[in-house]
């Protein structure tokens, strides 16, 4: 990746999440001067040509001295009811301010007709950013293989179990590293994909059955996957004290892989804008294997 003009700086929201991060990563690699913003600066990681700044973009009267000097953003927040009104007033500033180019993190249900709500919070903050009259892109990556490491390494560490509602369904799940590394190559070059939209996945369509036994070779131990019926995961999320709204968000995207919609989603964008290979759930499994032992 070639390197940014020292005075720009790109600004990266939700700087510590899963994406957010490796974002960060990728463009520190390239020499870009990146202003990371986060609420708890106890999570920052030092990394070169990185400044970490604490803020809170609830407060809409913060935003405007966070993005002081930016010419680029990535746009991402929190999954939350008022997530629309978070990212719209970062359009709004920086409109305001003259930012040049906004990269934003959403989802393949961002639609008109969304019917979930995530994609239909995600399909108004597109359409804000598409009139916005900045140069923009819009990343809908599949799900994330990072997610993993939450409820299923809890329940492999404990029973080497998985549990879901999808069934035999398939995914195209992407690692969030090459999320990052795209936004990252996006920002660093100029490029004929300003203004679109851009669906990411791994380069393989996975079951969960398959997840398992890639993390039993990373660990060395088997590892069952239990497919559970709709009914059955509600009332284990629940118990587990997952909110109801991100209850049915997660019924929602297992019974679309569990009918197949998943397999519509398989892309070769990140090798396409990367001209890397994306990682695969293989090498997802080894380089992340302690969260599972």
């Known amino acids: 990746m070639k390197e940014l003009d020292e005075q720009v700086i790109v600004t990266v929201f939700a700087s510590t999440g899963k994406v957010g991060r490796e974002v960060l ?9 990146c202003r990371a913003i986060t609420r708890d600066i106890s999570k920052a990681k ?57 990269i934003k993190l959403s989802t393949p249900s961002a639609r008109a007709d969304a019917k979930d709500s995530v994609g239909a919070w995600h399909w108004q903050i597109q359409k804000s950013l598409e009139e916005s009259g900045i140069d923009w892109n ?23 179990k998985i549990y879901s509602s999808a069934g035999e369904g398939k995914r195209a799940f992407i690692d969030t590293r090459d999320i990052g590394k795209v936004a990252a190559r996006l920002f660093t070059s100029s490029s004929d994909n300003i203004n679109q939209i851009i669906q990411l996945s791994g380069a393989q369509l996975v079951s ?73 759930i293989h090498d997802f499994a080894a380089f992340y294997s302690k969260a599972f032992k």
Do not use: C
């Open 25 to 33: 990563k990728y463009l520190s690699d390239a020499g870009v001067h």
């Open 46 to 102: 030092e990394l070169p040509f990185v400044e970490w700044v604490k803020g809170d973009i609830n407060n809409k009267n913060e935003i405007a001295s966070l993005l002081s000097g930016t010419q680029k953003i990535f746009l991402n927040s929190g999954v939350s009811e008022n997530m629309v009104e978070i990212q719209n007033n970062i359009i709004d500033a920086a409109q305001e301010i003259g930012i040049n180019h906004i």
């Open 138 to 160: 819009v990343l809908q990556p599949q799900s994330f293989m990072q997610n993993w490491l939450g409820d299923f390494a809890k329940t492999i560490r404990s029973e080497r």
């Open 208 to 280: 969960y059955y398959q997840f398992a036994d890639a993390i039993s070779d990373a660990i060395g131990e088997q590892v069952t996957y239990i497919s559970q019926t709709p009914g059955e995961s509600s009332v284990r999320l629940r118990n587990n004290g997952v909110p109801d709204f991100l209850v049915n968000i997660t019924l929602a995207i297992d019974n679309n892989q569990r009918i197949g919609m998943g397999e519509k989603m398989l892309t070769n964008n990140v090798k396409l804008i990367t001209e890397d290979i994306p990682f695969s």
